[in-house]
């Protein structure tokens, strides 16, 4: 992978990975035009592991509430201050972060092959769209951050755990369940931001860790390191801007962008003008 692949990768991640549209669903699309195997090992890591720069750019956002959230965690795991908010938010994002993990490592072959079709792909950005759009009206959004139960969180997790499926959207999975769960959509991003730092990180290490060779003679280390740093950058524009937004906003501009790119995807597929891998 050259230099400039690297960057427009990055930077594609770094846009997508917050919006409710798909990071891995654009990343796959685009791999493919670029003329990449999108099932390959290698490629399918890359993929994973830029995802880092995208929790950089959330930590660093989110720092100011990680200070207080993590010092009142651990304080509360060695004695007994533990009626604390934010060491119980701490148990919160921790039992949020089950389900995708489990889901990831008992289904991981299946999600870096089968689903990475591009059928897959453009299938679920239409169908993930009509759940967006349900719960966007649904939603009375009266419940706020400090509603926020261990019980919200397991709901959100679970739903984040879909996004395994690329096109899903991790970001549009875990709003789309929170606001379900009536809360505003500012608190329902803010979570998302939150639930993504376990995630992806883990997504991270894990793809390190078993495919660090397949990295090293397919995509290689400098494109996939590029990539990760221009997805930070990038990334962090992009949570700022977010959070503004939906303040203000439904997401239904989201979910006709959604619904368009995925027609569009599976008529090429459909009519032979890309192959589905």
Not at 142 to 152: A, G, L, P, S
């Amino acid at each position: 992978m050259n230099i400039f692949e690297a960057i427009l990768l990055g930077a594609v991640e770094g846009l997508t990975e917050f919006l409710p549209i798909s990071s891995t669903g654009h990343l796959t699309i685009l791999e493919k035009l670029l003329g990449y195997r999108i099932d390959d090992p290698d490629v399918t890591a890359f993929t994973a592991i830029i995802q880092s720069g995208a929790v950089l750019a959330t930590t660093i956002y989110l720092r100011r509430d990680i200070a207080r959230i993590v010092p009142a965690f651990l304080r509360g795991l060695f004695s007994k201050a533990r009626r604390d908010r934010d060491y119980r938010f701490g148990w919160m994002v921790i039992i949020g972060s089950i389900p995708i993990a489990v889901v990831g490592l008992l289904f991981k072959d299946q999600i870096e092959t089968t689903l990475r079709s591009l059928w897959f792909v453009g299938s679920a950005l239409i169908l993930w769209s009509g759940v967006m759009w349900f719960a966007d009206r649904a939603a009375t959004q009266q419940r706020h951050e400090q509603d926020v139960t261990w019980k919200d969180t397991l709901i959100i997790g679970t739903a984040q755990a879909l996004a395994l499926i690329p096109g899903v959207s991790r970001s549009g999975a875990t709003m789309s369940a929170g606001l379900l769960r009536d809360f505003d959509r500012v608190t329902v991003t803010r979570l998302s931001f939150f639930l993504s730092i376990p995630a992806l990180l883990a997504a991270t290490v894990l793809q390190v860790a078993d495919e660090y060779d397949n990295i090293s003679t397919g995509v290689g280390w400098p494109a996939t390191i590029t990539a990760t740093v221009v997805s930070g950058v990038v990334g962090y524009l992009a949570v700022a801007w977010l959070l503004k937004f939906v303040a203000r906003h439904t997401y239904t501009v989201f979910i006709w962008y959604r619904v368009i790119l995925g027609t569009i995807v599976l008529l090429l597929v459909g009519t032979g003008a890309i192959e589905a891998t």
